[in-house]
């Protein structure tokens, strides 16, 4: 081998590493902006049932109508979260639009 591919191939392992490292940045970033937005939005539906005593914003229990559906919608829901595939993830945000779709207006 020579010194002039061993420093070439030296220096092109260091791109990748630079860029492997970068995609890993890119995918934490993307994670956590997916979770902000579906997570948020789970989390609002709980704060609503809940209330919050603090802010002295009584908890709302929803409709028994509304509930219903919304526990038909999640029992529905089949997710392997140890997979982590992406299709879960798409599941995940069209249970919490069509948990949100449910919500009473006045809310």
Do not use: C, N
Not at 34 to 50: K, Q, T
């Amino acid at each position: 081998m020579s010194r002039r591919s061993s420093a070439g191939r030296q220096h092109r392992s260091g791109l990748l590493a630079q860029e492997l490292e970068s995609l890993l940045g890119s995918m934490d970033t993307m994670l956590e902006a997916y979770r902000l937005r579906v997570g948020g939005r789970l989390a609002e539906l709980l704060h609503d049932l809940h209330g919050d005593p603090s802010m002295g914003k009584p908890a709302q229990p929803f409709t028994i109508r509304t509930a219903d559906q919304m526990l038909a919608f999640i029992g529905a829901l089949e997710l392997k979260p140890h997979k982590g595939r992406p299709k879960d993830f798409s599941k995940l945000q069209r249970l919490a639009e069509e948990l949100d779709q449910l919500v009473p207006p006045e809310r």
